[in-house]
């Protein structure tokens, strides 16, 4: 069973930073894609950010490009999302995503196979 626990949301105002954590137990972390999706109410869920098993691979979505930075630690079975620069748009539930199947960086939700329950980030003016 791989369970995925995300950590780091928040209020913050804009132009402010967070990072968000997301620890991954169960299987082997180093082998699975990461990704990072978010959900604001009333709008369907939306890619942010994903990353290769080894980290050296990134993509992001075009409205988080030079503000936000996916990472990971392949020793620690985590991934985090450094977020700066926040906006008000920004915020949402923010949830981490694996994908276990050796795919590529997919920005589609149906990529991935396992789920955190989120965490919230709320961006005030």
């Known amino acids: 069973q791989v369970q995925l626990v995300e950590s780091g949301g928040g209020l913050v105002q804009a132009g402010g930073s967070l990072r968000l954590s997301c620890v991954v137990s169960?299987?082997?972390?180093?082998?699975?894609?990461m990704g990072w999706f978010r959900q604001a109410p009333g709008k369907e869920r939306e890619f942010v950010a994903a990353?290769?098993?080894?980290?050296?691979?990134?993509r992001y979505a075009d409205s988080v490009k030079g503000r936000f930075t996916i990472s990971r630690d392949n020793a620690k079975n985590t991934v985090y999302l450094q977020m700066n620069t926040l906006k008000p748009e920004d915020t949402a539930v923010y949830s981490c995503?694996?994908?276990?199947?050796?795919?590529?960086?997919?920005?589609?939700?149906?990529?991935?196979?396992?789920w955190g329950q989120g965490t919230q980030v709320t961006v005030s003016l």
């Open positions: 995503a694996a994908d276990s199947n050796w795919g590529t960086e997919s920005t589609t939700w149906a990529a991935y196979d396992y």
């Open positions: 990353i290769s098993w080894s980290g050296v691979s990134t």
């Open positions: 169960g299987r082997t972390f180093r082998s699975f894609v």
